[in-house]
Each structure stands twice: as C-alpha cells, then as structure tokens.
C-alpha cells in the first residue's frame, strides 16, 4: 500500500479527530509545505511557524475533509495565505515589492504554483531515494548531498572506486525509473535548501 492509498484508508479516523492520523497527514505534507513558504518568505524560521499554524487550522477543522487531496489543498492554501499576508504587512521594502508581485501580477501566481509543484516533486524523489538499499543509498548522498568524490567514498566506506562507480550508476537508474532527467536535475539544484528540512 503506497502513501496516498494509507491515507485515505485514515480518512474516517482523521474526521473524527484521531491524533495518529493527523501526525500521519503531518508527516506526509510538513516538509514540501515549509520549503513551499520558505521560497516565499526566504526566511526558514517564520516558513515553519506559518506552516504550524496551517496545521493548526487544519485540526480545527478536521470533520469538514473527506478525502486526502482536500486536506493537502487546505494546507497550501492556507499556508500561501499566510505567506502572503505576512508580507503585506512587512514594511521593508523590498517585501513591499515582492508582495506586490505576488498579489497584483499574474506571473506571482504561476511562480506560486510552480513552488507548489517543486516542492511536491522534491518530496516525492526523496521518499524514492529513501527506498534504495542502504549502501546504496549512503554513497548516493555522499555524491549528490556532500559532494564528495569516488575515492573519497571509496576509502571511508572501505570498497573499490568500482563499487562506489556501480552504487551511483543503480540508484539513478531506479530514480530515471519514475522521474525524467529534467526532474532529477532541479532536484539536485533545489536538493540543498530542501535537506535542511529532512535535518
């Protein structure tokens, strides 16, 4: 059973206002939901405040939802709400700028989306990364996250440059398996303020 089939199995004890289902829902949206508001707001301490309080809110309202997307759309919205009211009422001026942006320019709202859709992807290659095998998955992170040489890995973990060679090549295999090159590149390039939220 895959996450989003999980979570509409807990729909029922959510609406009721079961704790472990809602850590179940918290679980799966906190991080995308951060790194969401932190490229808004540039500020990671006030993203996760807002976020929080998303949750908040959510819980408030836990028998109005009847489906798992419904939720997630909740937080979102609640969270971009947030965000954007924080900035309205920042006096600095260029938050004054870029709320502006934000409210009164069309491309404020494709961006917005666009972050939406990044974080959820960011979310989905790193729960992929996290079902590797263990070597596997330690030599890709020394790679990708630490940036660190074949040789380097090879001599700490105490295998061949051959084997450290293998390990990368299988697990982007197993990423290209679901996610196309183009994904995988903006993961590697956005992977660096997102793994401060898996910390």
């Known amino acids: 059973m895959d996450n989003q089939d999980f979570l509409e199995t807990i729909i029922p004890a959510f609406r009721q206002g079961d704790a472990h289902a809602f850590e179940a829902f918290f679980k799966a949206h906190y991080k995308p939901l951060v790194f969401f508001a932190e490229q808004l707001l540039e500020n ?40 954007l009211n924080h900035l309205r009422h920042e006096k600095v001026k260029d938050h004054y700028q870029r709320e502006m942006i934000y409210l009164d320019d069309q491309r ?13 992807l960011l979310a989905s290659i790193y729960r992929e990364i996290e079902k590797l095998p263990e070597k596997r998955q330690q030599v890709f992170r020394m790679i990708f996250f630490e940036g660190m040489k074949n040789d380097e890995i090879a001599e700490q973990l105490g295998i061949s440059v051959f084997t450290v060679k293998e390990h990368r090549a299988k ?15 903006l993961f590697f390039l956005m992977g660096s303020s997102w793994l401060l939220h898996k910390s």
């Open 44 to 83: 990671a301490g006030e993203a996760e405040d807002i976020v929080k309080d998303s949750y908040v809110k959510l819980w408030h309202k836990h028998a109005d939802f009847d489906h798992p997307k419904s939720i997630k759309g909740f937080l979102y919205t609640t969270t971009r709400n947030a965000c």
């Open 108 to 120: 404020g709202e494709e961006k917005i989306l666009q972050q939406m859709i990044h974080s959820e």
């Open 171 to 185: 697990a982007l295999a197993q990423l290209r398996l679901r996610f196309t090159d183009e994904q995988l590149m």
